[in-house]
């Protein structure tokens, strides 16, 4: 199981880290691309039409006008995961650009920004659980942690 | 492979009829759900837990403060897809609950209403199609009549 | 008369600080929780079983999707101040989970950040100023100073 | 124990009627006022001052530049509940005018319109249940009735 | 001189008609193409393909996550003029995903709906102006006819 | 001709200023009160009421729920003009404060910030040119020099 | 003491026929322009120039990019009252549009709409009551009546 | 060919460079003026005639209520390229100033800033590049190298 991460611009770094990190915590292979919808679109194609035969899903990073994360599912069947990031307007001009997907062109959007990221990752790890017993594992003891951590937090208030 | 969709409100009727259509299409088994995440958390819960066992993923329907679909991201491992619903404020309410949920509890967002109702279910048919080669052809026939109707409209312009 | 604070996150520490400081002033015995609605959900419901039984009001402090003021809301008939914290988007998506509940489920929302959980504890006093002629004086007092500090600082201009 | 409902216009008659049959459903006393922050300060002024020495608790339901709860909040020591009504914008004018009360002058706000004062109603039954045992039982029926009704639903989908 | 319009849907019609009547106004010959860039994006390449060679600039008109014109703009050098339609969010959702373009690939907005539509082709009569002294007397007395006209009603008034 | 500037916290000094500066340089008479709306109403209701008798119009300068200009409009049949300070939320939640005031209460607002403030008072220069020929003559300056300012900066680019 | 109204749309008849009558209500003279800032400029700028030297202050109203207060404002030193009309998004264009003016060029908003132009009316009639005492008394007549009208409301309640 | 800049406030410094930058890597003359619709009218006017009879098109560089690019075009029958400055309120009030321009007058509006900016120096390349052979070379050039830079990222990767 693997997935693509593909970001529209190497600005945001930060934000293809956290999907990175989390993704390596559950023990998914991943492959960063970056390619711009607008800039590079052939480009773009390229990687999805590789990504589509040797991938299991995407995730799709912009910000501004984003297109990318639609572009990639309209040459895809793939599940797309989509990630706004707060480039500008506090990252609403890509939340909807990337949410208001017309009827036929699925693309399941996270949060603004980096917590979005980390959640695209664990909503991959909860789709490939499916089929992957140690994958389940792991997502039910994350869930535990973080109860877990919370506790802990209180006895310490 | 199951879906469950669980609403939070009867009112939706026209909204869930789109994911079920879809779904029917696609010949994916589901079973709808009105559960108020608000007004009956426990019964939520209960059907959660249910679905856990018995289903593969979940598209929760919800408008204005749409705690649903994080509610049931909660309570699961299995993957959620939110489908905000435009009851006031043309739904911005119910995309933001949705969407703006902290780091590590992923939901999954489609667009406000009936086309995110019916994304909701072409996702699903991709990330079942993974492991289902005749769901897989379903999805690259539907993504090709999607072309051919548009390329007939522009024969009779 | 008892206050529990809930907050989803211990970085809202300066937040609660608020609330924590001006029950103080007012002599209202309080306990904080630290506990996310997403990602302790048991937790919340734990804390608000015992806070049904010991504690007369419940204010819940949350930001982004900000689930926790109408989670609590939904397990305690206790009455259930809200504050939305500014975490992004300047705080529209916490006021908008926060205030948006549905029919049958009240939350009172406060304004975003500081001066909401300060105004929730005065609040509260208000509350409970019903049944305590002290707190009343206090109340009253507590008025007359805002307007007196004000006349102060215009005879200083 | 006595609820004063002020709404700044007659024209919010709808809006009002929730609050007071909900009010009449737990059996809780209430008095209708039409007045204006704005058009009649004194006269608000005055009924805020018998409402102070008469009542418990206040509603105050205003659109637009929804001034009256704030401003009754200024003459009163009761808990207000303010209540946005949808005059225009979607009533995101009169929601920030409520909720975005500077330090010092709490007014808690339920969401927009109908709802609102639904729930503006039931919140006041949850702060009077402290000292009456009697609403207390019919706050937890009514709980106990609305997840009856969902779970209802559902047998007969 | 030539205007290829690309309307991402066959609903926009009286959008696209007010652009068509513009351009027949000022004698400018043009064709109409119905394409999604999300649900036919192969078919709206071979359109820009066809159009890059025999057009002289595009009008691309679309709503919710409005990709077409950018789209359009990556697979082309002629000058793109996008339409936001309002589909839903009163066009706020188009209008972000048309004007927020990333640096590199320029998109020209005009504002929501019809009257946008309409002054895409009175901007496209402004370029080809330069190079036709004709089509420049025509805009010449547009311009004077719309002021003679606003001085005629207020005789009438 | 004297104008109150009443703001509503100390905190806008520099918007304050504004306004102070430039009434000065059209010589117009002025007296600063800081007084808020909701923490200080009767202290605003004596000011007002002593403005009054002795002003000619009135600057009022608010945030967040930014009902001093409306609460000073209802108690006074001087103009009043309404500055916007953006304390949260850019500014929008006193802007829609200010502006979406009812029938009956006239409040005249300016821009967010210190330019509102400056306009303010510019404002109120050109009510009092009316019976003022010097005002007149200055504003009529001010108008040529800031054109010839823009000039200048042309000549030096 | 005369007042130009000036609108930038016959279709906005209903929002200056609420100018009109109340100015009429008040006795104050006025006379009605249709003029757009951006389709007839320089006649505009001939009725501002006449308005300049015949009347008393100006009352302009306008949707979308509503540049008429602005322009009007520009070339005269005359009052501007800018009145914002919801012909799309719900008058947020419009509103700001005419309230966010540059440092220099004083324009004095109102509400949206009918309510509105009614209270720029009426902020005009606070204007030269400063000059006219016939019209201080009708101020105050028309404050008491709008509050006489609301106490006679609660008696019949 | 050549492109004035009109840009309302020598404070937009750094956005008129990104223009001037892009038109000069596309060996496009122009010349930059300061100038602004509000504060200095007649002016703009001034330089819009000059423009008219010399210039082949104008960008017009604006913030706030940003009446410039509109001003300008109701006075050329140039096409005129607007570009929103980030003022205040994330540049909101700028684009929809710009974009929401009545029927009859068309502006083309690019995004907010420096990116829009840049972007408008592209689309007028675009349009000249109609009629010269070498801009359109360019223009080739400039999208292969933007395509090539990405590809070469991915490979450092």
Redesign the interface.
């Known amino acids: 199981m693997k997935v693509a991460i593909i970001s ?3 600005s945001d770094e930060n934000i293809i880290y956290e999907a990175k990190k989390t993704l390596e915590e559950f023990d998914i292979e991943y492959k ?12 773009v194609k390229e990687i999805v039409q590789k990504v589509n035969s040797e991938f ?2 995407i995730i799709a990073i912009a ?3 984003a ?1 990318l994360p ?2 990639v ?3 895809s ?5 989509g990630v706004p990031v ?1 480039s ?6 890509a ?22 990221a ?3 990752a ?2 991959i790890a ?2 490939f ?3 992957d017993e140690t994958l ?1 594992q792991k ?2 003891e ?2 535990k942690k ?2 877990e951590n ?2 802990k ?2 006895e310490e ?1």
Chains 1, 2, 3, 4, 5, 6, 7, 8 share one sequence.
């Open positions: 529209g611009s190497k960063v691309y970056i390619a711009s919808a607008h800039r590079s679109p052939e480009y299991d899903c910000g501004l006008s297109a639609g572009f599912a309209s040459y069947i793939l599940p797309v995961v707060d500008e307007m506090f990252g609403l001009d939340l909807l650009s990337i949410t208001q997907m017309p009827k036929g062109v699925p693309v399941a959007s996270m949060g603004i920004g980096k917590k979005g980390h959640n695209a664990l909503f909860r789709m659980a499916n089929q389940k997502l039910l994350y869930i973080e109860e919370i506790r937090i209180n208030l």
